[in-house]
């Protein structure tokens, strides 16, 4: 059974830092692209950030970069997402995700998520 569980998320100034971790299971995590997915109160979904599956190669929203960096233990299963210079705009759901298996048999899986809420 796949399972993604994120963790880290929590009140902070603007200005501020957290780390976030998501712990994988069930799927060959170091062969996976892994992806860090938000949703802002009453806003649709965002693409956060991806890597690759050695963590070689990272990519980033305009949103976040140059503030956020994603990385991932592969010996661990855990991908993690740092959050610097937090702005009141990054308050938001942080989720997880990762497609497992190869089209068309390939499905979306999500953790439950982490709350981050920026404010002073």
């Known amino acids: 059974e796949v399972q993604l569980v994120e963790s880290g998320g929590g009140l902070v100034q603007p200005g501020g830092s957290l780390r976030l971790s998501c712990a994988a299971s069930?799927?060959?995590?170091?062969?996976?692209?892994m992806y860090w997915v938000r949703q802002a109160p009453g806003k649709g979904l965002e693409w956060v950030s991806s890597?690759?599956?050695?963590?070689?190669?990272?990519y980033y929203a305009d949103s976040v970069k140059g503030r956020f960096t994603i990385s991932r233990d592969n010996a661990k299963n855990t991908l993690y997402l740092q959050l610097n210079g937090l702005k009141a705009e990054d308050t938001a759901m942080y989720y997880c995700?990762?497609?497992?298996?190869?089209?068309?048999?390939?499905?979306?899986?999500w953790g439950q998520g982490t709350q981050v809420t920026v404010s002073s």
């Open positions: 069930g799927f060959a995590f170091s062969s996976n692209y």
């Open positions: 890597i690759r599956f050695g963590g070689d190669t990272t």
């Open positions: 995700a990762t497609i497992v298996g190869d089209a068309p048999y390939s499905f979306s899986y």
